[in-house]
């Protein structure tokens, strides 16, 4: 640790000693975001690591799912049961992969499962029009989950026009999508969107010796997305909308008449109102999720043996306000949030509910070159009692250009329905007594701006108590206890540079991340990652190359089951693509994927994609 640390810190000090002989030019970001503190402010005032992605950026990477984005960014470690549409795990900054709080619209997205993980896969792409990722705790904003960082997914484009795309690829991957936005009189806005998704794709265990796993382990999904605005006049607005989406995966049950097929549907409804002036604004929002999970045997049918179901109904009600105070703002408000869960086979089901109302305090103050940044929360759940969360920054501009920072936070996460009173198709036994699992982080940062090169470098360490680990009995009934606690340790750098046509990002990035009680690594996280992005135009032609480097890891943890842990080694990928526009409306788009066909894996027993082939054109209007 301390080796890395000093090669980045060497790094950083090159880069800060040549500011004197080659000048400075800020590149500010002044990309607007509320996710950081719920109140807008430029990306360039947050005192946390954050990144925005446009789905500009999301086209010209042709991206396939919302993990090929995810995989590109900083501190972002992933495991996936295959190709497009296998269960997958994303971890931010080492984290447990339920520590990582996923948003849509700012609305915290329903969780089935009895493990608490949001599954990357079954978001579908299509829907979404700008991902905002803030890197660490922020509990104290958001509550519970976000103790490795917050994703906000943004479904929402208020630009008016209109676009329909088609895409064609390896493994019979097909994709139609459109959009359509349409100003009705002064003050209202209309979007219908939709999108179809599908692949044959590939057999992701091979090496299963069962028949009924000998097939193409497949995907499709279906979106839907309507939604309307409207301006009443200049201060108040109001919103309605509504998205869903259909998934069908196939994967390898790993015994015979097991589960190889899962069924997921979302229906989810938003609506509020808007209310903003100069120096204050006020946003009242609902929405009701439905989330349908169900998996079963196709050698025996939906409906039938082997079949389960996790239905969940998730009801929010936020009420936000923020306001010019001193030199910055403040935000203040009230998330309620009501869920129901049944979890069911045929032969024993298990209902399950719970409320939480949490209170928020958020600010951020600038003094001369000081910038100092607060949140406070506590949460009220009628399971597990009260929880405070707390944290505090301050950046220090000790040269123009040049900032320092520190912080400081507390976050948690809440045990689910099902670890806390038990599951009685997955045969989990109650422990009504589980605790939240709680972390505090201490983390310092350097930000500046050095010749061309924008750069940030961040050491950070997260303590984490009352982990949740499970262990069953002699008679195979599993209870979850909190027994672990862990100390995840990490240095980041990142930085950007323009020369010429070329458009460079970088990152460079060390874990460590440790179980307390026998120092073992964390399954799943990468020691090292590396990753290079290249953009240029050249002839009217808009070319992406992207190299990403995932250091060596490990499989599992120990536990009762096994003693050892499993070795995974390291791998690189290679993404090319390449865009052209025919015409100021028609664009076409060609991209190679893991183009050196990589053999690699994620998750120790299944295959990974190889080489794959795209090409796609889109038509806006």
Known sequence: ????????????????????????????????????????????????????????????????????VMRRLPGVDIAQNGGLGQASSVSLRGAEARHTLVLIDGIPLAKSGITGITDFSQIPLALIQRIDVIRGPRS????????????????????????????????????????????????TLVTVAGAYQSTQGYNIQPQSTYSVDRDRDGFRSKTFWAGVNHTFNDSLSAFFRGYGYANNTSYDAGYQDGGDKRQVYNHTYEGGLRFGEASYSSELTFSEQRYKDYNYASTLGLYQNGTSLDDMRQRNLQWGNSAALGNGSVSAGIDWQQQELTSSDRYSADSYSRINTGYYLTTQQRFNTLTLEGALRGDDNNQFGWNSTWQ?????????????????????????????????????????????????????????????????????????????????????????????????????????????IFTHRITLQYLDPRRDQDNELLAHRSRQQYKYQLDWTWRDIDIDLAWQYFGKSVNNNSNQYTSVQRPMPSYSLVDVSAAYPVTSHL?????????????????????????????SASYSF
């Open 392 to 500: 505090a920054a301050a950046g220090w501009e000790f040269i123009p250009n040049y900032r320092f920072i520190l912080s400081y936070g507390t976050a948690f996460e809440a045990p689910t329905l099902g670890q806390m009173y038990g599951q009685s198709r997955l045969a989990v036994a109650a422990n009504p007594n589980l605790q939240a699992e709680k972390s505090h982080q201490i983390e310092t940062g350097m930000e500046g701006t050095t010749g061309p090169v924008d750069w940030h470098l961040y050491l950070y360490q997260n303590k984490i108590n009352n982990l949740i680990d499970y262990q069953a009995d002699e008679n195979f009934v599993g209870t979850y206890y909190n027994v672990q606690s862990a100390t995840i340790k990490g240095i980041e750098w990142s930085g950007s540079v323009d020369t010429g």
């Open 1 to 68: 640790m301390k080796k890395y640390a000093f090669s980045l810190f060497a790094f950083s000090a090159t880069a800060l000693s040549l500011w004197a002989s080659f000048g400075y030019a800020q590149q500010q970001d002044d990309t607007q975001l509320v996710t950081a503190n719920r109140f807008q402010q430029p990306v360039s005032s947050v005192l946390a690591p954050t990144v925005v992605v446009t789905r500009d950026e999301i086209d010209r990477w042709q991206a396939k799912s919302l993990l090929d």
């Open 587 to 615: 664009t076409v788009r060609g991209k190679i994927a893991n183009l050196l066909d990589k053999d690699y894996e994620t998750v120790y027993g299944y295959r990974t994609p190889g080489r794959e082939y795209t090409l």
């Open 140 to 187: 104290a904003v958001y509550g519970a989950d976000a103790i490795g960082g917050v994703v906000n997914i943004i479904t929402e484009d208020d630009q008016p026009g209109g676009k329909i795309g088609a895409s064609l690829g390896s493994d019979r991957y097909q994709e139609y999508d459109g959009a359509l936005r349409q100003k009705i009189g002064e003050g």
